[in-house]
């Protein structure tokens, strides 16, 4: 029940807007999940300080927390490195010493200053001493941002009508050698299976593929008043599951109550 509105908040992301992407676009929004894929090492960004960097640069002694979104996130970017900074306060491993943590933005017209800025943000909430080394946010251009993403499949597109980007909430950890060993999805994140997840990528163990429930945009059309098929597809599932989960809890106690009578 607690995953609900944080689904609805999800989905309102585009709420109340004129979009040009069509359902049958928005349906590719996802992650395909490439277990063991290898991420391009060569690809060079930019870190926060507006240094030239390759991706290797990152890799080769910790796992790490690929996140892949865009700084100017109106919503969906924030909740999820939100609810991941909450996740990794609840563990004993640390930014920068058991773990390191890589934030990408897909847009490339996002520049270091504000990579810094996001940077700076989010040490401040995460509070340890030492994580400025482990956690990078880096900027970069098209192909080098395209050819991260096609790797570990990570499927978002541009809306030109809203100038925000439509993408899956997530993120992926990495093995030192730079191999996608998990996913997780959402915006809401167990603190024993990310570190469990650490764990296996430490050791370069790749994990199993998982179910994912993907938090989309309303698609919304000020012109007919409505929303998107899929939108209302979606959430209509998630109303019928609420229902049937609503009405098995109710059946429950009912069969319950009625044992206990003499």
């Known amino acids: 029940m607690k995953l609900l509105p944080a689904i609805l908040i999800g989905l309102a992301s585009l709420a109340a807007h004129a979009s040009e992407l069509p359902d049958s676009a928005l349906r590719q929004i996802r992650f395909d999940q490439r277990i063991n894929a290898q991420i391009p090492f060569a690809a060079t960004f930019r870190d926060e300080t507006g240094k030239s960097v390759r991706l290797g640069d990152y890799f080769g002694r910790k796992p790490v927390i690929l996140v892949l979104g865009y700084y100017g996130c109106p919503m969906l970017c924030t909740l999820v490195s939100n609810g991941l900074v909450e996740t990794m306060q609840d563990l004993k491993a640390d930014i920068g010493n058991q773990f390191d943590v890589l934030e990408v933005s897909i847009s490339p017209l996002e520049t270091p200053p504000l990579a810094a800025a996001k940077k700076r943000e989010y040490l401040r909430h995460y509070g340890r001493r030492g994580a400025d080394a482990g956690w990078n946010f880096l900027t970069g251009d098209e192909p080098a941002i395209r050819q991260l993403a096609d790797a570990v499949g990570f499927r978002y597109a541009y809306d030109p ?87 098995v809890f109710v059946t429950r106690s009912l069969r319950g109550d009625h044992k206990l009578r003499p």
């Open 161 to 247: 009508a809203i100038k925000q980007y439509a993408h899956p909430s997530g993120f992926i950890v990495l093995t030192p050698q730079g191999k996608v060993s998990r996913y997780f999805f959402g915006v809401n994140f167990r603190g024993e299976e990310l570190y469990a997840a650490l764990q296996d990528a430490s050791a370069n163990r790749a994990g199993s593929p998982v179910r994912q429930l993907l938090l989309l945009c309303f698609h919304y059309s000020p012109v007919t008043g409505k929303y998107g098929a899929l939108i209302l597809g979606g959430v209509r599932a998630i109303g019928l599951a609420t229902f049937v989960a609503l009405a």
